[in-house]
């Protein structure tokens, strides 16, 4: 496969088109100040790097995990989603997002592991349980929220109190996307749990419409925002002191540091060939199948621009 069927950056000229926001995976089109169009690119990014190659259908599948769970979850939590008139496209009310991100914990994984392993017990403000080893279960999931950078700047470990006292959020707020955050996480946990999977933790961002409404924005439960262990031999590969079975983009983050590469300075990102590109693709889509529980129909990728573009237009022309 080669490159030209991955879309990885994009330069759409839409009518009524405002502005265009390129984060580190999505390109979000302002039309009008009314309507956001927002297009999952293949880029895969990593160590807040990204890297040279796109992953073929990777944009669709994260597209259509995330609406698929705002549908899922619609009616705990209002979202800004209006519509998907493509497979890698969401449609959706314009909002201001919150300058934070809910990080929320079942298990003591990934960067809340790699705190404890050396010694911290307190993350975020809140204090973590004392004899856990990595992956293990947390007696109740724990909020640890970052900052949201602007361009490309780390996010930042900060805690409920940090975010009240300087103003980021107002209390009455945070109130409201700690609630929610649960809300999801346990919605999300049990549909995960149908699956023969454990959700691990995640993020959700938030955003207030024109009305004043605080919504969910931007993805959920992806692979690309959450962590997923295989259920079926947890507990024994825990007892046993063996890695977990995990669903998520840990695996691209693990062939990176074992050729060398942490997003540190001086780092040179590893070569990646035609057959390793592939096998990321093809992890993906077995992510997908396992996560949403359905076999992943391939969106036709011969013209993926002209694909999106003209469904964008065809829509915006309703």
């Not at 809910?102 to 994984?109: A, N, P």
């Not at 962590?227 to 693990?254: I, M, T």
Request: one cysteine or more.
């Amino acid at each position: 496969m080669g490159q030209n069927n991955t879309i990885t950056t994009t330069d759409f000229n839409f009518p009524g088109q405002k502005s265009v926001y390129r984060g580190k995976v999505r390109e979000v089109y302002n039309i009008n100040d009314a309507l956001l169009v927002m297009v999952a690119t293949d880029r895969l990014s990593a160590f807040d790097v990204v890297l040279p190659k796109g992953i073929p259908y990777k944009g669709q599948i994260l597209n259509q995990i995330a609406t698929k769970f705002m549908r899922l979850t619609e009616d705990i939590v209002p979202n800004w989603l209006l519509d998907t008139p493509d497979a890698s496209v969401a449609v959706g009310h314009v909002c201001v997002p919150f300058k934070v991100e809910m990080v929320i914990r079942g298990y003591l994984s990934g960067h809340a592991a790699r705190e404890y392993a050396e010694g911290k017990r307190v993350l975020c403000g809140v204090e973590m349980a004392e004899g856990l080893k990595e992956n293990d279960k947390f007696p109740s999931p724990i909020i640890t929220p970052t900052t949201k950078a602007d361009n490309g700047e780390h996010d930042m470990d900060i805690s409920r109190e940090a975010i009240l006292t300087n103003g980021i959020v107002s209390e009455e707020d945070y109130i409201v996307l700690e609630k929610y955050t649960r809300a999801l996480f346990q919605r999300g946990t049990e549909i995960a749990a149908s699956r023969g999977l454990i959700l691990v933790d995640t993020k959700y961002e938030f955003g207030k419409t024109k009305d004043g409404k605080i919504v969910l924005i931007d993805e959920i439960h992806t692979p690309d925002s959450s962590r997923y262990f295989y259920a079926d031999g947890y507990q024994q590969r825990q007892n046993n002191g063996e890695a977990q079975k995990q669903l998520s983009k840990e695996f691209v983050r693990q062939w990176l540091i074992a050729n060398g590469f942490q997003g540190k300075e001086g780092q040179q990102i590893p070569e990646m060939t035609d057959e390793y590109v592939e096998s990321v693709s093809e992890r993906y889509i077995e992510l997908y199948e396992n996560i949403l529980g359905e076999k992943f129909a391939k969106a036709d990728i011969t013209n993926i621009h002209e694909r999106i573009e003209k469904n964008i237009l065809d829509y915006l022309k309703k």
